[in-house]
């Protein structure tokens, strides 16, 4: 089986079918050296009293939240060369809502609620569904001209909770499944740096003047 780069899919909400056919894609370019899981505990703030207030009461767990970094490399350096800035904004794509997804808007005060994209962050067996909580982008190297070419991507989930429950979610979270995407991802990937290397060649010959192979063959 060859090694499955973490995916974020994107999805207007877990309960609609439709929804569930035509997610966004975020393809890690590496995958996370480690994540970062947290549980918060809520207690009851009501002082007890007499010989039972030994402890404040727990009255719940919340869901997790999970923290991951993602690397993003365009110096080529690895063999798979990524215009960073387009990597940025294609994962601010994927987990933040767009300008058509209001949940409400108040006329009165012109405050609009926008309606996160529902997320499922896929790793192996590894399946979180999720909704964005915060992320920062930090540029660590730049060329001549000060475009970057190398950022990490800081970002925390809140996970969710689908209901009714989404029988996709378990599914998964099958081998036969994973290897299906790992399969999928790797193809993606090599046609990802195909489409590259062509990029790359198409303007090697512009700064060359090469209009055409026809032409300097016939020189």
């Known amino acids: 089986m060859t090694l499955l780069k973490m995916t974020i899919l994107s999805f207007k909400s877990f309960e609609k079918p439709a929804d569930l056919l035509n997610p966004r894609v975020f393809m890690a370019m590496f995958n996370p050296a480690s994540y970062k899981v947290e549980f918060?505990?809520?207690k009851d703030k009501k002082e007890a009293t007499g010989d039972a207030a030994q402890s404040t009461p727990v009255t719940a767990v919340s869901l997790k939240k999970m923290s991951f970094d993602?690397?993003?490399d365009g110096t080529g350096a690895n063999g798979d060369q990524r215009?960073?800035?387009q990597e940025t904004k294609k994962f601010e794509s994927v987990v933040m809502p767009g300008k058509k997804d209001l949940l409400s808007f108040n006329s009165a005060t012109g405050n609009a609620h926008l309606k996160l994209p529902q997320l499922l962050l896929l790793w192996g067996t590894f399946v979180f569904p999720c909704e964005i909580e915060a992320f920062s982008v930090n540029y660590t190297l730049f060329n001549q001209l000060g475009i970057p070419l190398r950022a990490t991507i800081n970002a925390s989930f809140n996970e969710v909770e689908p209901k009714p429950r989404v029988p996709l979610l378990d599914r998964l979270a099958n081998a036969?499944?994973?290897e299906t995407i790992g399969n999928a991802a790797s193809?993606?990937?090599t046609a990802f740096s195909a489409t590259n290397n062509v990029v790359r060649a198409v303007e090697m010959a512009r700064e060359e003047n090469l209009n055409?192979?026809?032409s300097t063959f016939n020189r």
């Open 40 to 42: 918060n505990l809520t």
């Open 70 to 72: 993602f690397l993003v």
């Open 83 to 85: 215009v960073v800035l």
């Open 176 to 178: 036969e499944v994973v």
């Open 187 to 189: 193809f993606l990937s």
């Open 212 to 214: 055409s192979i026809r």
